[in-house]
């Protein structure tokens, strides 16, 4: 037994198959909590010796007891307004949608927008307009998102209230779709594109960080923060349920940090949350004085920044993924950076001089490429430091590059549900983009961790459900792409990638993501033993409890837990 004193423990898990993540004391049998913090890690015997007369004793059954899940790359603001949207994710055809949407109208007579998510690309097997949506309903404000929140289709009345009916400039990369007749489809890409309808639907303060990277103006009021702490809370307590202690958030802007502060002084905070400072192609470097500041006023155990993300190109089923290679289906087109390489190199420089952590949007293997480039030159202009720069995504990779990021220490941060067929979203239009000669080169889980890549796997709720249970099935349940190799990682590796894996990525493995004597008491118990459960049914065991910082905010059994975690 490892204890982190002699105190007498507050809570006792026993009885348990404790997979520790520690790998000087991998199992366990119990865990003994005192405070905040684990106090001993060790055999029933050891454990129950820890107990007091108001000790709480918990007996597991057998079920697996690991570290609380740490979600690596989420949207939890924008998770907590996708709760109460429409999800069409299941529907195909116009006349289903219409149906949907119909009845989500009549149900919400007073929403601003009727906002339908998941509405995969080949949903109306045409290129959505706003025409189509016009027909669905035209005297109400609709619009619906794709399963990678990258595209945003809305019908007349959307783009009226919008202000894009006519069109509308935008940064590169980001485009008001229009049409011969001088107006805009009804396609709109990327955030900047289709921020203006969210803003007129109420979600545009929660929705900025993505956007745009700026800060409200003017100070929203009491009122307008209640209602973003609201959405924040709402999606924190839905990661709760799933087995999340701590996640990071993948937008966010200091308006954020201060919803959480608020919320923590509030005692109303649930879970452990990282917030980067959002760098976009408009802006100039001095715009990082921005990111040192946050990360030296937001930095204690629960609430914290030090970090900047960035994107370097779209996503794969619009063709704003930017590429090494035309897309196959469709010739000379290969999409292009948002950031120019230098630019980027130059960027990614003055960031990690500052000593801050750098994470990067990059699908196409162009653009991992460029962000492993510009990683190179921040190592060669400043010197080896203890980094953990990332790569969001890496869908599609060149073979030359794979044992760069072992090379260099960079994190794949990774999503097993992104995976096309492995869990929600389609082979299609995923696989004909990428072609049948580049199967082999996407989603390389596993040559990236034999190259010696740290991995990390996460959601990137809501573009993927944040059921961690769901994406650990996945990741062992996919089935390799035809004349490609098995890329899917052990258990006990994905296991990892989803607690001490990703808990390192963020530079919090001092706080959490092991359950080690002295660390937080963040922990998961499932509903049974994941070990000895096949793999397309771990998603049935269902998380039985969550614990953050010593305080159950999820627990199955009671039906109830509670929203005060600090």
């Known amino acids: 037994m490892t204890t982190a004193d002699l105190t007498t423990a507050d809570l006792i898990l026993t009885n348990a198959r404790v997979l520790t993540m520690d790998p000087d004391h991998p199992r366990a049998e119990a865990v003994a909590l005192s405070g905040d913090r684990i106090l001993a890690v060790g055999s029933a015997a050891e454990i129950a010796a820890l107990a007091g007369p108001d000790t709480r004793i918990l007996d597991a059954g057998g079920r697996t007891v690991l570290p609380g899940f740490f979600e690596g790359h989420l949207h939890v603001g924008l998770g ?25 109208a009549g149900a919400n007579p ?134 999340v202690t701590s996640l990071v958030n993948m937008d966010g802007n200091r308006y954020t940090l201060e919803l959480l502060a608020e919320m923590q002084a509030e005692g109303a905070l649930p879970l452990r949350v990282k917030v980067p400072f959002h760098f976009k192609p408009h802006m100039d470097l001095d715009a990082l004085e921005r990111a040192s500041a946050m990360a030296e006023d937001f930095g204690d155990d629960w ?43 130059e960027i990614a420089t003055e960031i990690d001089r500052r000593g801050l952590q750098i994470a990067v949007h990059a699908i196409g293997d162009g653009a991992v490429r460029a962000v492993i480039d510009g990683y190179e030159a921040a190592r060669a202009a400043n010197g080896s430091r203890d980094s953990r720069h990332r790569i969001e995504h890496i869908e599609l990779i060149d073979p030359a590059d794979i044992p760069r990021l072992g090379a260099f220490g960079i994190t794949a941060s990774l999503q097993p549900p992104h995976a096309p067929g492995a869990m929600d979203f389609p082979l299609q239009p995923t696989l004909s983009r990428i072609g049948a000669a580049r199967l082999a080169d996407a989603f390389n889980w596993r040559s990236l961790a034999e190259a010696g890549a740290p991995i990390a796997f996460s959601s990137d709720w809501p573009v993927a459900d944040v059921s961690v249970l769901r994406g650990i099935a996945a990741a062992l349940t996919r089935a390799p792409f035809e004349g490609a190799r098995d890329e899917r990682l052990s258990l006990a590796e994905t296991l990892h990638a989803y607690t001490a894996g990703g808990a390192w990525a963020a530079h919090r493995d001092h706080v959490t993501g092991t359950l080690r004597p002295g660390l937080a008491a963040d922990l998961v118990m499932l509903g049974g033993d994941i070990e000895a459960t096949e793999p397309a049914r771990i998603a049935d065991l269902g998380v039985v409890l969550t614990i953050c910082g010593g305080r159950v905010i999820h627990d199955a059994e009671a039906g109830a837990g509670t929203a005060a975690a600090s």
């Not at 307009?129 to 404000?141: G, N, S, W, Y």
């Open 110 to 243: 007073d929403m601003p927008l009727l906002m339908a998510q998941e509405a995969h690309y080949g949903i109306l097997d045409k290129p959505a307009t706003r025409h189509d949506l016009d027909a669905m309903i035209a005297d109400r404000p609709i619009a619906m998102m794709s399963p990678d929140l990258h595209t945003v289709w809305a019908n007349t009345a959307a783009l009226e209230a919008a202000g894009l009916l006519h069109g509308a400039e935008m940064p590169h990369g980001h485009e008001v779709v229009m049409g011969a007749d001088g107006l805009a489809t009804g396609e709109l890409r990327e955030f900047e594109a289709f921020g203006p309808v969210i803003a007129f639907a109420g979600e545009g303060r929660i929705n900025l960080g993505i956007a745009t990277g700026e800060e409200p103006d003017p100070r929203p009021g009491a009122a307008e923060r209640a209602a973003d702490k609201a959405l924040l809370l709402k999606g924190m307590l839905h990661c709760a349920a799933h087995g």
């Open 80 to 104: 907590g307004a996708d709760l109460t949207h429409l999800h069409i994710g299941h529907l195909h055809g116009a006349e289903a949608v219409g149906a949907a949407f119909r009845g989500f």
């Open 303 to 345: 609430i914290s920044s030090g970090f900047v993300k960035m994107f370097m190109d779209g996503v794969i089923d619009s063709r704003t993924a930017y590429m090494l290679r035309d897309y196959p289906d469709q010739p000379g087109h290969r999409s292009e950076p948002l950031f120019a390489p230098e630019r980027f190199a």
